[in-house]
């Protein structure tokens, strides 16, 4: 074997050696999220076991698996993610298109913002449960009231977010650009959209979690599938294993749902230079 092969191979194996820890610590990393649920699931069980409670109002792990593998084996609980589900993205494809391009308008034009902003930061401070009878009257208890709920939750923190962001690009970058003659369009490209980014993908997994805390609300109004339905169901029932299996799957949708705005965020945002706890280890 040659110098070079040799030394070619000890750089593969340094490579080697390197890139196996990173796997491990990227797949360490999600895993330590679930250290706390978990702790606090296998305590309850043991506590109820031991006799500490009964665990009739807050059913042990072992219940509420029975009660998703009862719901799984039917049928109905794919029945009522997948509509809360479509309702969720109807709803925030809705609010993100509208709250994008009135929040852009926004930042950009001074006085279009005066004219608008107040009347917008008002009906921002209007509870969610307040616009319920008003949507009945308007759209009717069906389909449209509950998107119209949700895309009124994701509106106002894209809104906001897109026009802080607009707000807070810096003026000498912008002078950068007008002193390269760019284009509108080119400075939109190369200057505007990577400096508003980073706050768009943070208003959007804002305005998504809104989303699903709408969504609720939205099917408490006569709804008769999704997992506010299940809520409903279980409290009428008196079934508190199913209310609480309706409120783990939203948040086990919630976090993939975010999960994937966040993974797909991730192609548009490799040009930051962002601080990281372990930057500095080697």
């Known amino acids: 074997m040659s110098v070079v092969q040799m030394s070619v191979a000890v750089e593969q194996t340094q490579t080697n050696q390197k890139q196996q820890p990173n796997l491990w610590s990227r797949l360490a990393r999600p895993a330590l999220g679930l250290l706390v649920p978990l702790a606090l699931a296998c305590g309850w069980e043991l506590a109820v076991r031991a006799g500490l ?18 719901l799984a084996r039917s049928g109905e609980l794919l029945r009522h993610v997948i509509a809360t589900l479509l309702r969720v993205a109807v709803g925030f494809g809705l609010g993100t298109a ?77 002078e950068v650009g007008r002193a390269f003659r760019l284009t509108g369009f080119a400075m939109v490209r190369r200057i505007l959209l990577p400096a508003v980014l980073p706050a768009y993908v943070i208003a959007l997994r804002s305005g998504l979690g809104l989303g699903w805390m709408f969504v609720i609300a939205a099917e408490f ?62």
């Open 53 to 70: 409670s009964n665990g009739r109002l807050v059913p042990p792990p072992s219940r509420i698996y029975v009660e998703f593998a009862e």
């Open 98 to 174: 509208v709250g994008t391009v009135l929040g852009a308008i926004a930042g950009y034009s001074s006085l279009l913002r005066r004219l608008l902003d107040p009347s917008l930061q008002g009906l921002r401070a209007v509870p969610s449960i307040a616009w319920i009878p008003l949507f009945i009257l308007w759209l009717g208890i069906f389909e449209t009231s509950k998107v119209a709920l949700i895309a009124v939750g994701v509106f106002f923190p894209i809104y906001l977010g897109v026009m802080g962001a607009v707000l807070s690009v810096d003026r000498k970058i912008v």
């Open 221 to 282: 109004m006569g709804a008769s599938e999704g997992l506010g339905y299940l809520l409903i169901d279980g409290q009428q029932l008196g079934k508190p294993a199913e209310i609480v299996a309706a409120i783990l799957a939203f948040a086990v949708l919630g976090k993939i749902t975010d999960w994937i705005v966040a993974v797909i965020a991730v192609p548009f945002l490799r040009w930051e230079d962002r601080f990281s706890a372990h930057a500095g280890e080697g």
